[in-house]
């Protein structure tokens, strides 16, 4: 029998979603203790932490939600609002990109890749095809980029399912195969390359009938669009997936115990196909929404320096792999996103130069502290056991000879 | 330290209850718990145990699973701190941090699943975490020195050179107990060392703790096999519900004595199975050729056939190719030659759904890695096999209502005890854990079931329940075919012994059949007997 704090650590591993208090305690001291070392950021840079806090509250449009506070107009913070929950849709989805993978027992580093080729694909199909009606051509844009996300995402479950290829590595290579696939498309010379001005590595714009329409705020100064409702609804269909659905049973079984599931006649390899395409078409839709919602055109910058889906991992871990979690953990991201941006928050309180550094400081203490609970835990242990084969044997054995 | 070893010394009679000291003329104890009490929130996992362990002695630490006996033994190796109690280690009380200091105080763990690199060589694994050292590098052929000097002076066959994957699993247990006397163990602690060891090897051990403890080696051994402990054992300390219930010599013990104090009441009688007619074949293999993972011939051209109201037992040395047999019966492996006919619909090459279409249930060998998704409900365990049925799902969702109902019905039908269905399978004892194991298979209403060593790793009470449900299945005109290394159990069961060994079905015996002639059959040389098998 393993000594009960092995067997309570290996129990609290097992999912992102925690039990009893944990699941909810945990995420809000792994933000606190966030924003409190960026507070001791600020504080070195000489200014005031809470001012500064509450400059990026009210950059966020947060505030629009609670007109008490304070902060900006009405109007200006109804703006930023739309800005914020523009940035937090493909959050979300990304998150649960990861989220599917790691209850099947993966880790989806892919959703990076995943995004790109579907924003790719959104941007050549709803450039194609002008004069088709607004409906049907935003209808197959959106699932062209599904398609291809969760292609992109299936190549590395048919990889790993087949010939055991770790879904780690072949997911971030596969992010680099997008990157390079969208920079050839879209640079210089590319096939995908803009018409109007060639010394421009940018793609063609999105027809106006594959766009998604603006339901709040102004569609000439970036609206919100329905993508918002698509990402509520890729939650929706998450939790369902997981909580209600045979699939995500069986996913969640393959996760917790791949021989059991096996011995019992569910196919591993077929469910770790089925989760990592069910990722890539989560992945592929925040790709989608965001060419077809706000952008309509990328450059290849945009390819290269694109971070989002790395976010999305930050994302499911401090959502803990539950809808609402990850609901909310992507608000969070997105109203720091916006909040800090060199056109929200008010240069007396806070160099908005600074502020994006802030974001990013606060973001990758979320991600270091939840990791530290979840990843170095859960996933690294089960990489580590997967891909090394007999290590974790090793590393039981060493903590126990040298402890 | 300086006392002589005192094998054998009976002299104070039956040691009183209260271990605390010794009896004149007693040894010293090497090793003392005193009053040990350890709680895990609301559940007491010990309570005021006490323990003494004279030098040279084997006391044996008794008791059902989950009494207590592994927590008690992880506070002596430092994995747990009691909330109250002392452990003393040669008069002198001792804090226990970590295994780090159970070891320096010479303390020595052979743990039930064995901490091993499965890559390494035999001695690699002995020395590991304290290497003989030449300057910064790695000294093997010292190593391999002090294993191959050790192994020697202790009577413990092992192959200094062999990869730890490659030995078997009897092998694998004398490299674990080099291990703790190569750490300098003067007390070793072994945790349900014959677990999984075949017969024979189980003897060997006890030879060898006999061996240990003549060169003055204090011994440990947790068990819930009374006859082994009889065997080997001077002391005998019995736990149960976490309490010490008494220590007495082993020289004056009964078993059903024993097994009272364990379970708190006299076990029910041996199993009394009517006489039934069995009917035509339900399960049929032929010609069957399997090949393990390694590719080697596992399965040699097997064939066999168990009928509708009989326990046919497959007994043989583990490792003989019934855990290929199985899996290939069942689905779980490609057989290269030969046919698996169920109700004479032919599953070859079907998988396991397809098995169990045909009306094939499987109790897997290992409920913890193949049985049971330990994370999931019991309700939700109860479920895995149905999956597909209208019982479970509707239209791709769960039906979770149905799901529960069943559960619970299943969880009174099979007295399932310690959680309703939505506890998680984990917080189980292994007896109840095996239990949701065997109505999982039951509930699909299998004609034949494989029970591949239904009762491995369960004490006296759940492993008589599991004994009980499988001849009521046979009663009830279900076609058994029982895998076991056990031969007790065989012979208390089954109607029908099929003698495996190298892969080949060596012979057919009665279960009246005596141990000493299922044990010739089992080590023969895989040879068929053409008398045998003929009959």
């Known amino acids: ?220 100064l970036q609206g919100l669009h329905i993508g918002f409702f698509l990402a509520i609804l890729g939650l929706v269909v998450y939790w369902v997936l997981i909580a209600r659905s045979r699939a995500g049973y069986e996913i969640r079984a393959v996760g917790l115990n791949p021989e059991a599931a096996r011995t019992a006649g569910i196919s591993p390899g077929r469910v770790t196909v089925k989760a ?14 965001d060419v077809l919602g706000w952008e309509y055109r990328i450059s290849t910058t945009d390819i290269t320096v694109s971070q989002i889906g790395f976010l999305g991992i930050a994302v499911a871990l401090l959502g803990r792999g539950s809808a609402v979690g990850i609901g909310i953990a992507a608000l969070l991201f997105g109203a720091l996103t916006t909040g800090a941006s060199q056109r929200n928050l008010d240069p007396e309180i806070f160099d908005p130069a600074l502020g994006t550094n802030l974001t990013l400081i606060i973001q990758g203490i979320i991600v270091l502290v939840a990791s530290a609970d979840i990843v170095l835990g859960g996933a690294v242990r089960s990489l580590a056991a997967r891909s090394f084969g007999r290590l974790r044997t090793l590393v039981a054995r060493r903590r126990e000879a040298s402890a | 330290m300086s006392l002589p070893p005192a094998a054998g010394d009976s002299s104070t009679g039956a040691a009183p209850a209260d271990g605390a000291a010794p009896a004149d003329g ?71 941090r970590s295994p780090h200091d159970a070891i320096a105080r010479g303390i020595g763990m052979v743990h039930q699943h064995f901490m091993q690199v499965p890559v390494m060589t035999v001695a690699e694994n002995v020395v590991l975490g304290a290497e003989p050292r030449r300057g910064v590098l790695r000294d093997r052929a010292a190593a391999r020195r002090i294993v191959l000097e050790l192994a020697e002076r202790h009577g413990l066959a092992v192959d200094p050179d062999a990869t730890m994957e490659d030995v078997t699993v009897g092998m694998q247990q004398r490299a674990e ?117 390694r590719g080697l011939l596992a399965v040699d051209d097997a064939s066999l056939a168990v009928r509708t109201g009989e326990i046919v037992a497959l007994a043989g040395v583990d490792g003989n190719g019934q855990r290929e047999l199985v899996q290939a019966v069942c689905g779980l492996r490609a057989a290269e030659s030969g046919h698996v006919l169920v109700d004479g619909t032919e599953i070859t090459g079907t998988g396991v759904t397809g098995a169990t279409d045909a009306g094939l249930g499987h109790i897997p060998e290992d409920r913890r890695r193949d049985g049971l998704v330990l994370d999931f409900s019991i309700a939700e365990n109860l479920a895995l096999r149905r999956l597909r049925t209208p019982e479970v799902t509707r239209r791709g969702l769960l039906r ?112 009246t059949a005596s141990a000493a002639e299922l044990g010739a059959a089992m080590t023969s040389s895989g040879e068929p007997d053409p008398e045998r098998t003929a009959a």
């Open chain 1, 1 to 220: 029998m393993l000594p009960a704090r092995l067997a309570r650590a290996a129990t609290t591993t097992r999912g992102l979603a925690g039990r009893g208090v944990s699941r909810v305690g945990v995420p809000l001291v792994t933000t606190f203790l966030a924003f409190l070392a960026g507070g001791l950021a600020i504080l070195v840079t000489g200014n005031d932490p809470f001012a500064t806090y509450k400059a990026i509250f009210d950059g966020s449009g947060l505030s629009w939600l609670f007109p008490w506070t304070g902060g900006d107009t009405r109007e200006i913070a109804a703006s930023s609002l739309q800005q914020t929950l523009i940035a937090a849709a493909p959050l979300a989805l990304l998150g649960l990109a990861v989220a599917v993978a790691y209850r099947a027992g993966l880790f989806n580093i892919g959703g990076q890749g995943q995004y790109l080729a579907s924003s790719s694909m959104a941007i050549w199909v709803g450039s194609s095809f002008h004069g088709m009606p607004a409906l049907p051509h935003v209808v197959i844009t959106v699932l062209a980029g599904v398609a291809i996300g969760a292609l992109w995402a299936g190549i590395a479950g048919a990889l790993h399912a087949t010939s055991g290829a770790n879904e780690v590595i072949t997911t971030i290579m596969l992010n680099w195969v997008a990157i390079w696939i969208g920079s050839y498309l879209f640079g210089l010379g590319g096939p995908l390359q803009n018409t109007e001005d060639r010394s421009l590595p940018v793609s063609p714009e999105v027809a106006q009938s594959a766009r998604l329409p603006v339901f709040w705020g102004d569609p000439e």
């Open chain 2, 400 to 511: 979770r209502r149905r799901m529960r109902d069943t559960a619970a019905a299943l969880i009174e039908d099979f007295d399932v005890r310690g959680g309703g269905p939505a506890t998680p399978a984990r917080s189980l004892s292994g007896g109840n854990q095996q239990k949701v194991s065997i109505a999982r298979e039951l509930a699909c209403d299998p004609r034949v079931l494989v029970a591949a060593q239904p009762t491995r790793g369960l004490d006296v009470g759940a492993i008589d329940a599991v004994h009980r449900r499988l001849v009521a299945e046979r009663d009830a005109g279900r076609a058994v075919l029982l895998v076991s290394l056990d031969l007790d159990e065989v012979r208390a069961i089954a109607d029908r012994v099929l003698v495996i060994a190298s892969g080949r079905i060596v012979a057919e015996l009665p279960p």
């Open chain 2, 26 to 96: 007693a040894p010293a104890p090497v090793l003392e718990l005193r009053g040990i009490t350890k709680r895990f929130g609301a559940v007491v996992a010990n309570e005021d145990v006490d323990l003494d362990l004279r030098e040279g002695e084997i006391h044996a630490l008794l008791g059902e699973n989950g009494a207590g006996k592994s927590t008690l033994m992880s506070i002596l190796y430092g994995h747990l701190r009691p909330d109250a109690g002392e452990v003393v280690v040669g008069g002198e009380v001792v804090h226990l």
């Open chain 1, 276 to 289: 990592m395409l069910i990722c890539g078409a989560f992945a592929g839709l925040a790709g989608a929404i």
């Open chain 2, 177 to 293: 107990v080099l291990r703790a006397l190569y750490r300098g163990a003067r007390i070793l602690v072994l945790d349900e060392p014959t677990a999984v060891l075949t017969a024979q090897e189980a003897e060997e051990l006890m030879a060898i703790l006999r061996r240990l403890k003549a060169s003055g080696t204090s011994i440990v051994l947790i068990s819930h096999k009374l006859r082994e402990v009889l065997g080997v054992a001077d002391r005998v300390t019995v736990i149960r519900r976490g309490r010490r219930i008494a220590t007495l010599d082993a020289a004056g013990a009964t078993a059903p004595e024993l097994a009272r104090m364990m379970v708190g009441r006299d076990l029910p009688d041996g199993i009394v199975k009517e006489p039934t007619m069995p009917g035509g074949a339900a399960l049929e293999v032929r010609g069957l050729t399997v090949r393990d993972d």
